[in-house]
């Protein structure tokens, strides 16, 4: 059966999960119409899904129509869980960007369409709400045109709009079809001159991919409807023309024809050729036919972490045949890996299939060190595929169980979660000992917490990370301390003289033996290291870790009964605070490097966001409409950029942080930080 894989875009709240489920009906797939409102559709399914009345993780729908099964990927449209959308696109060889009739095209649509742009995806438009208030097809087609592409031309026009809407005219067939069940109609008398203007501008645009028909037209002999259906199949496959379609989800019109354009206007696998993947055993480049009778190629696009069923792996197979209960080849990991039954999924469904053949989307439980991105292959003919791009994780909150009981059951639960959303990460920061959860934003961070404690039982609480500020010195300085105590027997005795000299930014942290004539015997010069590196954990400031210091051992004194390992130890310890306090010690921050694109238009206020962030900007490559600021803040004003860039950009801006250098806190700011960490010990 010929295949098609679509992928359904759009901004959040545009009506694609709606559009999925009238398909689903429409196709006779189920047999009863969910809504979003009621919690009832077939893809939003997961509980924080049906609560939130959005959608969160990507789902397969399988539908047959025109004797041709159909993959439709329903993704969410919140900016959050674009990864989701990633893996769908990778996937599929078509695409339907929903559009609201009343919105128009938002920045999701943007974000969306860009995407499928450079994957090169053929794609259809469907304006969908056209029943709702302030719905306008004609003022959306021309926003989809200026802010889209002009490529973007209707194959229907609806009729009516708001409560007024009815049905669509197909401007191919010039036919009307009126309401849920698309019966066919006269086009309205009052409507016929636009839709002829309209099919005249259509035809134009399609005909422009074959010399054959361009010759036909420019001739003024007619053009059967047969050719309009080819050149526009043709132009859409090429990326030459995106057909626009009209409709409500909601009233029930408008699902017949996106089907039927699918069918019509997008490539099956085979159409879409050969693609390129690596072959890890040389290093080369090889093409991988689509085909049944090829060598094995599969890619594992998205993964779910369940406490009962355990892990659940989607699967696009690009050539061969997967087999249930077999064996196939890792080839990112190296390993063989054990297939169990396999699925074809309907929203949370699964029905046992016994193969998935090329072309085609199944799933598979309790893969092992298989994880998303990864290539199942033949391990006589190993492949990798591309992988999938995973927006950057830019906002991180400190991660810590409510309960202290369950920090070990925490720590096994977030790499779960991570192998489940890929666009998470997780790790350590040694200098604040806190766990760090970075996401795409806020709602991410928020569901994601949401997720451990429904999934995994664990109640986790989420703050802004702590800035790992450190104290360093500003001067030298000479410090003598003298550990002496007597008590009954042998009492304690150790001496040492230190020189501190500030490094520079960046040097560490040295510890010197310059002890001259056995002042200090060599076996007690170790403790005395000792003592200098476990004090320099907590500076003289706020207990922040000591940095860029050379610290040297130049003289002391011992007792040969007196002295011992322990005494030289506490010695070092307090000479090395002694010298601090002395060496005007200051606190230092972390400063971040910034990349931000932006729209030009936005420049000026990041520039200014940035000033009062105590950033600077060191320099702007502008072109195509878009700017990269290069710029550099400290970390403390940046905990929050991921929301901030988002609201002062509308969404359309992104950025990548990472770290930079170490520099000196501003005396003002110190004084604070100094004081709120005294407070809080």
């Not at 025109?66 to 990864?83: S, V």
């Not at 259906?229 to 409500?248: C, D, E, Q």
């Not at 699902?255 to 890890?280: D, F, H, M, T, W």
């Given at each position: 059966m010929p295949i098609r894989n679509v992928v359904l875009l759009s901004h959040q709240g545009a009506g694609k999960t709606s559009l999925a489920e009238l398909m689903l009906f429409t196709s006779g797939t189920i047999q009863r119409l969910g809504s979003v409102a009621d919690g009832t559709t077939t893809s939003d399914y997961d509980p924080l899904e049906v609560e939130r009345r959005?959608?969160?993780?990507?789902?397969?729908?399988?539908?047959?129509?025109?004797?041709?099964?159909?993959?439709?990927?329903?993704?969410?449209?919140?900016?959050?869980?674009?990864?989701?959308a990633r893996s769908g696109l990778r996937v599929a060889e078509g695409a339907i960007i929903v559009i609201c009739a009343a919105s128009g095209v938002e920045v999701g649509t943007e974000q969306m369409w860009s995407d499928t742009e450079k994957r090169n995806l053929p794609r259809l438009i469907f304006v969908n709400k056209m029943d709702r208030d302030n719905a306008d097809f004609l003022s959306i087609l021309k926003g989809i045109q200026s802010k889209l592409s002009p490529r973007c031309v209707p194959?229907?026009?609806?009729?009516?709009?708001?409560?007024?809407?009815?049905?669509?005219?197909?401007?191919?067939?010039?036919?009307?079809?009126?309401?849920a069940d698309s019966q066919e109609a006269e086009i309205p008398s009052a409507l016929r001159e636009q839709a002829e203007a309209s099919r005249e501008k259509l035809v134009e645009a399609a005909v422009e991919v074959d010399d054959e028909l361009i010759n036909k037209y420019l001739g003024g002999e007619s053009i059967n409807n047969?050719?309009?259906?080819?050149?526009?199949?043709?132009?859409?496959?090429?990326?030459?023309?995106?057909?626009?379609?009209?409709?409500?989800?909601?009233?029930?019109?408008?699902?017949?024809?996106?089907?039927?354009?699918?069918?019509?206007?997008?490539?099956?696998?085979?159409?879409?050729?050969?693609?390129?993947?690596?072959?890890?055993?040389?290093?080369?480049?090889?093409?991988?036919?689509p085909d049944s009778e090829s060598p094995l190629a599969v890619l594992v696009f998205k993964t779910t972490a369940d406490p009962y069923v355990g892990k659940l792996s989607y699967f696009r197979v690009y050539s061969g045949v997967i087999?249930?209960?077999?064996?196939?080849?890792?080839?990112?990991?190296?390993?063989?890996?054990?297939?169990?039954?396999?699925?074809?999924?309907?929203?949370?469904?699964?029905?046992?299939?016994?193969?998935?053949?090329?072309?085609?989307?199944?799933?598979?439980a309790k893969?092992?060190?298989?994880?998303?991105?990864?290539?199942?292959?033949?391990?006589?003919?190993?492949?990798?595929?591309?992988?999938?791009?995973?927006?950057?994780?830019?906002?991180s909150m400190a991660i810590q169980p409510q309960a202290k009981s369950d920090l070990d059951k925490m720590s096994t639960v977030l790499p779960r979660i991570c192998e489940e959303d890929p666009s998470l990460q997780t790790r350590r920061e040694a200098d604040t000992n806190e766990f760090i959860i970075s996401g795409v934003g806020d709602n991410h961070l928020e569901i994601t917490k949401e997720k451990i404690r429904r999934k995994f039982g664990v109640e986790v609480k989420l703050d802004l990370p702590k800035i790992p500020y450190k104290e360093t010195i500003t001067v030298s300085a000479n410090a003598e301390y003298k550990h002496k105590k007597q008590t009954g027997g042998h009492g304690q005795y150790g001496h040492v003289l230190l020189e501190l000299e500030p490094l520079p930014r960046g040097g560490g942290f040295?510890?010197?033996?310059?002890?001259?004539?056995?002042?200090?015997?060599?076996?007690?010069?170790?403790?005395?290291?000792?003592?200098?590196?476990?004090?320099?954990?907590?500076?003289?400031?706020?207990?922040?870790?000591?940095?860029?210091?050379?610290?040297?051992?130049?003289?002391?004194?011992?007792?040969p009964v007196d002295s011992s390992d322990i005494a030289f130890k506490i010695a070092g310890a307090q000479a090395l605070k002694k010298g601090l306090s002395q060496a005007q010690p200051v606190l230092i921050e972390p400063i971040m490097k910034l990349n931000i694109t932006v729209?030009?238009?936005?420049?000026?206020?990041?520039?200014?966001?940035?000033?009062?962030?105590?950033?600077?900007?060191?320099?702007?490559?502008?072109?195509n409409g878009i700017n990269v600021i290069e710029a550099q803040a400290p970390y403390a004003e940046l905990l929050r950029y991921a929301l901030n860039l988002r609201s002062l950009t509308q969404g359309r801006g992104s950025f990548v942080m990472e770290f930079d250098h170490y520099e000196e806190v501003p005396a003002h700011l110190s004084q604070k930080i100094i004081a709120e960490k005294k407070t809080a010990s």
């Open positions: 959005m959608g969160i993780n990507l789902s397969l729908l399988p539908v047959q129509w025109q004797e041709m099964k159909l993959n439709i990927i329903d993704t969410p449209g919140y900016a959050d869980f674009i990864g989701e194959v229907q026009l609806p009729i009516g709009s708001q409560k007024d809407f009815q049905g669509i005219i197909d401007l191919v067939t010039m036919k009307a079809y009126i309401g047969e050719e309009i259906f080819a050149a526009i199949r043709k132009s859409t496959i090429a990326g030459r023309l995106v057909p626009v379609f009209a409709g409500s989800a909601l009233k029930g019109v408008g699902s017949r024809q996106v089907l039927n354009g699918i069918c019509s206007y997008l490539p099956s696998p085979e159409e879409n050729g050969a693609i390129v993947a690596k072959n890890p055993s040389t290093g080369n480049q090889e093409e991988i036919k087999s249930g209960n077999s064996q196939v080849w890792n080839a990112n990991r190296n390993s063989m890996e054990r297939i169990g039954q396999l699925f074809t999924m309907l929203g949370k469904n699964q029905q046992t299939v016994p193969q998935v053949a090329a072309g085609d989307i199944g799933a598979v893969l092992g060190p298989t994880i998303t991105g990864d290539t199942l292959c033949a391990r006589e003919h190993p492949v990798i595929l591309q992988g999938i791009e995973f927006p950057k994780a830019n906002f040295e510890f010197v033996k310059k002890i001259v004539g056995g002042a200090i015997p060599q076996n007690y010069i170790p403790s005395v290291e000792k003592g200098v590196n476990e004090a320099k954990q907590e500076g003289v400031l706020a207990g922040y870790p000591v940095v860029d210091v050379r610290v040297s051992l130049y003289d002391g004194s011992f007792h729209p030009e238009s936005h420049t000026g206020d990041i520039t200014s966001d940035l000033n009062t962030k105590r950033g600077r900007v060191l320099g702007m490559n502008p072109g």
